[in-house]
């Protein structure tokens, strides 16, 4: 077994093989990293934990907004028209990704997206096992936190790969699953930084919990009004009300997007390294 002496910051170490993450404490120090199979494993890829962040957080961003754009442009009476044929002037999510070529677009940038979403809830999980080992209501709270992480990604991937025009009822589960459990995994996650706030000196954490409170409040506010304006529309058919129901819709995406971004400040100093493993074949 031949060790691979590397210095590094604090950071994450994802193994090609096998997927590890390990956090170093606050100073540089060495690590050794040897290979289980007893070969050397060459780095491959090494980024800031922010800039996998962002580019987790933007992929989705950008494939939603050029969705709803081919669709208003392209696919306006498609993308917009109801059960009720009254005149509406954008197009819901659901509306948007079912239609072609959009629905490709949308379902590149979801799975491309969805392993380092799986990455980061991961990344929270150990983050608040080590806080909080010794605390009872948040120690069970994170492992809450973390189901309710995994299930968010779920649904989104359910939704997405199942659109509204080929079975719908699977659809609006997926749909139902993404936003219960995205609500609640932001209120346990605000419970969390709450008490972490509360013993941190750091400011970043402090700005971290203020923003997510913030998000969450958006993301309830735009839920309710979305909700009232989807059932306004489904029981009075008036012109408009689908319209405004898009635009809420649109806000409570956003604001689920922003929330997710706030990572960037939790994770600062960390980076993600992808290691692989280096084998000769021997005759």
């Not at 029981?235 to 604001?255: I, K, Q, R």
């Amino acid at each position: 077994m031949i060790p691979l002496n590397v210095f590094v910051k604090p950071h994450l170490i994802v193994d090609a093989r096998n997927i590890q993450f390990l956090e170093t404490p606050s100073q540089t120090r060495m690590l050794q990293v040897s290979s289980v199979f007893g070969y050397e494993r060459p780095l491959v890829i090494r980024v800031s934990f922010s800039t996998c962040v962002l580019a987790t957080v933007c992929l989705p961003l950008l494939g939603l907004i050029t969705c709803v754009f081919i669709s208003s442009t392209f696919h306006y009476e498609d993308s917009t028209g109801t059960h009720c044929q009254v005149p509406n002037y954008l197009p819901s999510i659901s509306a948007s990704i079912s239609l072609s070529p959009e629905c490709h677009i949308w379902r590149f940038c979801i799975g491309l997206h969805s392993a380092p979403r799986f990455l980061v809830a991961f990344t929270y999980f150990k983050f608040y096992r080590s806080r909080f080992a010794s605390k009872a209501p948040e120690s069970s709270l994170t492992c809450l936190n973390l189901a309710f992480s995994v299930s968010e990604n779920l649904g989104l991937l359910l939704l997405t790969y199942v659109s509204s025009t080929e079975t719908y009822f699977v659809h609006k589960e997926g749909f139902v699953l993404f936003i219960v459990s995205s609500l609640i995994h932001m209120l346990i996650t605000c419970r969390l930084w709450k008490a972490i706030k509360k013993y941190s000196l750091n400011p970043e954490d402090a700005k971290s919990h203020h923003w997510k409170v913030r998000f969450l409040f958006v993301n309830v506010s735009c839920c309710a009004f979305a909700g009232f304006f989807y059932w306004k529309h489904n029981m009075y058919c008036e012109s408009g009300s689908y319209t405004f129901f898009a635009f809420f819709e649109y806000l409570v995406v956003f604001s689920n997007m922003a929330f997710h971004l706030t990572a960037v400040w939790d994770f600062k100093s960390r980076e993600v390294m992808v290691i692989s493993s280096s084998e000769e074949k021997d005759f």
